[in-house]
């Protein structure tokens, strides 16, 4: 049973940063390629961040390029986000994904994290 759990969330001012976490036990995290997804009030989930199961490769949506990071760290069985320059319109549950693919579609991973929460202010 693979288990992927987020934490790092909060609130934060606009302009400000925040580094979310999701660490990953049952298998083996170097296998999986990881996402960041994220789900705002009355929207849809949708596609934040990749990185490939070595690091290799990443890739964003376009709304968080430039001022978001997806790094990993296989020793620690860690993903992480780097969110800097946050807007009101980041806030969003977020959860963390596990999959066999590098991809941008949900559907592609077979597992995920509970979501944490961050909200931004203005």
């Known amino acids: 049973q693979v288990q992927l759990v987020e934490s790092g969330g909060g609130l934060v001012q606009a302009g400000g940063s925040l580094r979310l976490s999701c660490v990953v036990s049952?298998?083996?995290?170097?296998?999986?390629?990881m996402g960041w997804f994220r789900q705002a009030p009355g929207k849809e989930r949708e596609f934040v961040a990749t990185?490939?199961?070595?690091?290799?490769?990443?890739y964003y949506a376009d709304s968080v390029k430039g001022r978001f990071i997806i790094s990993r760290d296989n020793a620690k069985n860690t993903v992480y986000l780097q969110m800097n320059s946050l807007k009101p319109e980041d806030t969003a549950v977020y959860y963390c994904?596990?999959?066999?693919?590098?991809?941008?579609?949900?559907?592609?991973?077979?597992?995920w994290g509970q979501g944490t929460q961050v909200t931004v202010s203005s």
């Open positions: 990185i490939s199961w070595s690091g290799g490769n990443t």
């Open positions: 049952g298998r083996t995290f170097s296998s999986y390629a």
């Open positions: 994904a596990a999959g066999y693919s590098f991809a941008m579609e949900s559907i592609e991973y077979d597992y």
